[in-house]
């Protein structure tokens, strides 16, 4: 059986039980529903709210690197420190955490494979405890990684030549719905998806425990839909969080070196004037 690619940016829960006191090792948690913290977490961990902590305060858009070493110094995080990120959904906004955090240019993130749902079918403790940490004095450098991200120009100049990988439900990339039926605040103008995009739902890429399967079932999954990693790859999603984990899959996990993610997704590309638009 083929192994990842590069198997180093998951931890496993019995991995993740023997050191949720070691203090090189930071806890995260990143949750669609930010209320879940309070109620019970693993030991030792922190909570940063996807929307409000992740976010500029004004506009679209994500905070930079100075706003992300503040996040970061806030939460003990040093030099030499290892951060593990874990939440609901199967890790949807883990995932979109992991992605900004490598987007912005930190290179210790790490995903607890199975996330909250793992932990829980474990009969693992969680605990209502909030810890904190000294503040460090770390600091981010370099630019952005923009071979990462895509933005809607870049989508539009690519639509033709790059795979576009579409990771919302059937019926959202057939255009029956605009949004998952619980999140109905965050919709586009219009149903659909982007012509030619192979539709491969994020949750095929996960096992009934949250953990991600294997490569090569991977593998399998996405060359069945045309995806091979021959090319460019661009993932998209609603909002940006589903398809931060198939980005995380495919290039994490797979190897493919020339993925992005679109987090203008469709709440964006669906909203624009004039752009090529299919359903079905």
Not at 46 to 58: I, K, M, P, S
Not at 151 to 174: G, H, M, N
Request: net charge negative; aromatic share 10%.
């Amino acid at each position: 059986m083929t192994t990842y690619a590069n198997p180093d940016v998951l931890v496993e829960t019995e991995w993740l039980g023997q050191h949720v006191s070691d203090p090189d090792v930071r806890i995260i948690e990143v949750d669609e529903d930010t209320s879940v913290y309070r109620k019970g977490h693993i030991e030792n961990a922190l909570a940063w709210d996807w929307f409000e902590d992740l976010h500029t305060e004004v506009g679209r858009d994500y905070v930079d690197q100075e706003g992300l070493t503040v996040l970061l110094r806030e939460a003990g995080v040093g030099p030499a420190t290892t951060v593990v990120l874990y939440g609901g959904s199967d890790n949807w906004f883990a995932a979109y955490a992991y992605w900004l955090l490598t987007y912005l240019g930190f290179d210790r993130a790490k995903l607890l494979n199975g996330g909250r749902r793992k932990w829980e079918l474990e009969s693992r403790t969680l605990t209502a405890e909030v810890p904190s940490f000294p503040e460090t004095d770390l600091r981010l450098e370099g630019p952005a990684r923009a071979e990462l991200r895509a933005f809607r120009d870049e989508v539009l100049d690519r639509r033709d030549r790059a795979a576009f990988v579409d990771v919302r439900s059937p019926e959202e990339f057939r255009g029956e719905k605009l949004a998952p039926d619980h999140l109905p605040q965050e919709q586009s103008q219009v149903p659909g998806h982007i012509p030619g995009a192979a539709n491969v739902p994020w949750a095929q890429a996960v096992n009934e425990d949250g953990t991600f399967r294997s490569a090569d079932e991977l593998r399998e999954l996405y060359a069945s839909k045309g995806v091979t990693g021959d090319g460019e790859v661009i993932a998209y999603c609603r909002i940006g969080e589903r398809s931060s984990h198939t980005w995380f899959a495919l290039r994490e996990l797979l190897g493919f070196e020339n993925v992005k993610n679109y987090d203008g997704s469709w709440t964006e590309y669906g909203s624009l004037v004039g752009v090529p638009v299919e359903l079905g």
